[in-house]
């Protein structure tokens, strides 16, 4: 097992396996010592009440001769073996088994006993290795500490060994089971992070390999239920955006073929024919002329978008005097208005403030729009440009008289080769490329536009540009 899963199940199992086996440790060791107290606590009660008997009738009687007196006088109700054994160690009377009386005892509880302390003794009898517990307290005088003989009680172990068996097989089949469960849990426990997480990495594989149609399936509302959705996120940003860069170059490719087809049409006419129509060459001539600059604007349209995809279009920000600028659009904008009889106005507010801006870049957005009112404004129309201070920030509004633009395109006219229905129209990037200046301005563009009355494009600028 490696991976997520040997880690959780190995953690798991470690920690139970040492808390079954420090708490099995502790309960066996307790057992133990409760059964071998309470025969402990047994053995002495016996000898008690001997040594009790013993006081009472028989103290500075001959042991030798009372011994078994003592015994058979003991009460019946000790299932334990009882020995007398004089101060020589030598056993005097004995209740299970009489033909060892007579011989010489040898045992350390004995020998504490004849030495004045009462002893306990646990081991087995040499001859036949069967396991005893054995008591053994002093019978003293009564008007001294002399000892004049020892009162043992034994009890086989053998019983009590069994039961501890069964009961310690018992608590070490719990102990295994228990850790066997938590070895399964842990399993399953993993088995619901780890699958999830085999899916979104063939998922993600699949769409390393360019299949962002490949889905993970949420199954559980957590942490990996969330990244799955991530993943699901970043496959339909992949493909959108692979779509859009598809729209993007089919637009391009027909954006070029137009100028394309009739810069190469001219050529093909000027080459192949003689052509004595010194007017006809011109005007042949003049086409490819124009045809040619638009392809070169489109170009350099193209790569402005590119810059700002890139996101490499820095703009070199400076203080900019926005009245200047504007007065300075207009007067370059005069013969245009002149050739086509239109009137152009402006009105700008006294002490508009400088603002923080890239003036080539205002001055490209401004060129724009007015280039669309005077393209859609008719012979006899006005084009007016007004500055107004608002707060922290300019507006300046481009207004005309012109055709105006349906509502349902007023919204998609900045959106990349756009263009209504009018054949004036250029390659529709235009407003695109101001919408992104005014953007990097932290600024805001909106368009007002009635059709047959004019439009009114907005243009609103803070004052002072972090950036
Ligand atoms: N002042 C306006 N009056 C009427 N329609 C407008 C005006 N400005 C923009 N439009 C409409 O919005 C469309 C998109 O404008 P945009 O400036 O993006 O492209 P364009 O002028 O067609 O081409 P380009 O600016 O790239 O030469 C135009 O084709 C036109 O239909
Ligand atoms: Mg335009």
Known sequence: MRGIRGRIVGTYLVITLLSVIVFEVILIYGLIEFYYSSIEAELNRSAQSIINNYNQYLNNYDLSKDAKVLLESTPGNTVAQVQIIDDKGILLADSIEPSMEGEKLDYYDINMALSGKQAIWRGKISLTGEPIFSVSWPMTLSDSDKVIGVVRVITTLSDVKEILKNHIIILVTLGVGIVFMIFLT?????NTIISPVKEMTS???????????????????????????????????VSNHQKMKNDF????????????TSIMGWIITINSEDIDDKEELKEGLDIIERESKRLAALVEELLDFSKFDAGVITLK??????????KYIKRQMEPRAERKGITITIDIDEELPWIDADENRLKQVFINIIDN????TQKGGYVDIIGRKRGDSVLVRIEDTGCGIPKEDILKVTQRFFKGNNVVSGSGL?????????KLHNGEMNIESTVGKGTAVDIVLPVQLEI
Not at 217 to 230: M, P, Q, V, Y
């Open 186 to 190: 842990g399993l399953a426990l993993t």
């Open 317 to 326: 920000k400076d203080t900019v005097n926005l009245e200047k600028l504007l």
């Open 249 to 260: 170059i089919a637009s391009i490719s027909h954006e070029l073929r137009t100028p394309l």
């Open 373 to 376: 009112s005077f393209k859609f």
């Open 203 to 237: 998922a993600a594989k699949a769409m390393a390999q360019g299949r962002f149609d490949v889905r993970v399936s949420k199954r559980f509302d957590d942490e990996i239920g969330e990244l799955g959705d991530t993943l699901n996120y970043m496959a339909q940003e």
């Open 430 to 438: 235009g407003l695109a490329i101001c919408d992104e200046i005014i």
